[in-house]
Antibody, heavy 116, light 110 residues
Framework: EVQLVESGGGLVQPGGSLRLSCAASGFTFSRSWMSWVRQTPGKGLEWVAN????????YYVDSVKGRFTISRDNAKNSLYLQMNSLRAEDTAVYYC?????????WGQGTLVTVSS | QSALTQPASVSGSPGQSITISCTGTSSDVGGYNYVSWYQQHPGKAPKLMIY???NRPSGVSNRFSGSKSVNTASLTISGLQAEDEADYYC??????????FGGGTKLTVL
């Protein structure tokens, strides 16, 4: 059974940092592009970042470039999102998802709240 | 990285067919056959329903079908059922090597 389990969300002040983690199992993690997708409460989905199988290529939505960094550890079947200089508009549920465009597997999401 | 355009809401009666559109540009929907559709029920993670414009993942009902014409992709649900009531999102690969999502469509089964 495929599982993606996110962790690391929480309440952080504007300007603060958080590191999200996603533990993967049930599929060959090292062969998959991986992505982070977020959803503002009550709003739509927004792609945030993705990373190639060996970590050599990374892409980001313009609004997080220079502030967020996606990374992976294939030995640990884990995906990460380092989020710095957080803003109120980054408040959302963050999903880990398998794939580059078509996401067959999703985690349950972790809530990040940026507020003073 | 502009969002794809979807209608905010659509509705239909049980047994009917509905179509949800997803309009982009030649730099995304029109330029690549990498359009996906997702179903999301309240409080749940999205579920992949269609990938690569018209392909269904294993386990997805054949009542769901996808197509594309120029810069607009479409999701059609036939034989509408109560459990189809959900939010639906499209996404597409784009010329910036990044995917872009649509704003989402709320489907109401009357």
């Amino acid at each position: 059974e495929v599982q993606l389990v996110e962790s690391g969300g929480g309440l952080v002040q504007p300007g603060g940092s958080l590191r999200l983690s996603c533990a993967a199992s049930g599929f060959t993690f090292s062969r998959s592009w991986m992505s982070w997708v977020r959803q503002t409460p009550g709003k739509g989905l927004e792609w945030v970042a993705n990373i190639e199988q060996d970590g050599s290529e990374e892409y980001y939505v313009d609004s997080v470039k220079g502030r967020f960094t996606i990374s992976r550890d294939n030995a640990k079947n884990s995906l990460y999102l380092q989020m710095n200089s957080l803003r109120a508009e980054d408040t959302a549920v963050y999903y880990c998802a398998e794939g580059r465009v078509a996401h067959d597997y999703w985690g349950q999401g972790t809530l990040v709240t940026v507020s003073s | 990285q502009s969002a794809l355009t979807q209608p905010a809401s659509v509705s239909g009666s049980p047994g009917q067919s509905i179509t949800i559109s997803c309009t982009g540009t030649s730099s995304d929907v029109g330029g690549y056959n990498y359009v996906s559709w997702y179903q999301q029920h309240p409080g749940k993670a999205p579920k992949l329903m269609i990938y690569d414009v018209s392909n269904r993942p294993s386990g997805v009902s054949n009542r769901f079908s996808g197509s594309k014409s120029v810069n607009t992709a479409s999701l059609t649900i036939s034989g509408l059922q109560a459990e189809d009531e959900a939010d639906y999102y499209c996404n597409s690969y784009s010329s910036s090597s990044t995917p872009v999502f649509g704003g989402g469509t709320k489907l109401t089964v009357l």
